[in-house]
């Protein structure tokens, strides 16, 4: 079957670093997508990414490894309102997207 | 970017009336919208797909007698949930995709009373 799997909730320091894991089981790929979502809201995309690597934008990136079916998120210089759900999702040979679970982020002062 | 209107955003309904959802792409046009149902701390769940001109495909377990999906322009595709209970309160989103992004309604928190 199709899996996605990142952590459920993850707790950082404002101004500190953190990175959000995702490893994926999909019956093929055709990219995967990072997507921030705050409570009661819709997802809003963060990044894409299709090949090998790190793609960066501003005060986040997102890294890729095929081969390990394996990406992660990284935020800098966090702020409080980086607090939020932060969705992973591939999409499969059927070009449908396959949701992760989400990682709820919480921001400490 | 391509933009997905959703409406309405907010729906209070009386248990088995029916509430119609609306997604219109603004700039583009969709020949593909997912439907998604998110129930609190869980991911979006994919309900159906619908293709302009053509009957939705449903997802293993939605019933599409209750889920009435319609996607009669290259604009505008609408979920109508059908004698709305309980169970049914949920956030409903649309969504199109527009490579390499997929673009999100604003969502639709349905509670059925």
């Known amino acids: 079957g199709q899996n996605i799997d990142q952590p459920t909730e993850m707790t950082a320091t404002e101004g500190a670093i953190v990175q959000i894991n995702c490893t994926y089981q999909?019956?093929?790929?055709?990219?995967l997508f990072w997507y921030q979502q705050h409570a009661g809201e819709a997802p809003t995309f963060l990044s894409y990414?299709?090949l090998d690597g790190l793609e960066e934008k501003g005060r986040f990136s997102s890294f890729l490894s095929r081969s390990k079916g394996y990406s992660y998120l990284l935020l800098k210089e966090l702020q409080m309102k980086d607090s939020a759900s932060y969705l992973c999702a591939v999409m499969d040979s059927n070009y449908q997207l396959i949701w992760g679970a989400g990682t709820k982020l919480i921001i400490k002062p | 970017g391509a933009v997905v209107s959703q409406h309405p955003s907010r729906v209070i309904c009386k248990s088995g009336t029916s509430v119609k959802i609306e997604c219109r792409s603004l700039d583009f046009q969709a020949t593909t919208m997912f439907w998604y149902r998110q129930f609190p701390k869980q991911s979006l769940m994919l309900m159906a797909t619908s293709n302009e001109g053509s009957k939705a495909t449903y997802e293993q377990g939605v019933e599409k007698d209750k889920f009435l999906i319609n996607h009669a322009s290259l604009t505008l595709s609408t979920l109508t949930v059908t004698s709305a209970h309980p169970e049914d309160s949920s956030f409903y989103i649309c969504s199109t995709y527009s490579e390499p992004e997929a673009f999100f309604g604003q969502g639709t928190r349905l509670t059925v009373v």
């Open positions: 999909t019956s093929g790929f055709n990219g």
């Open positions: 990414n299709v």
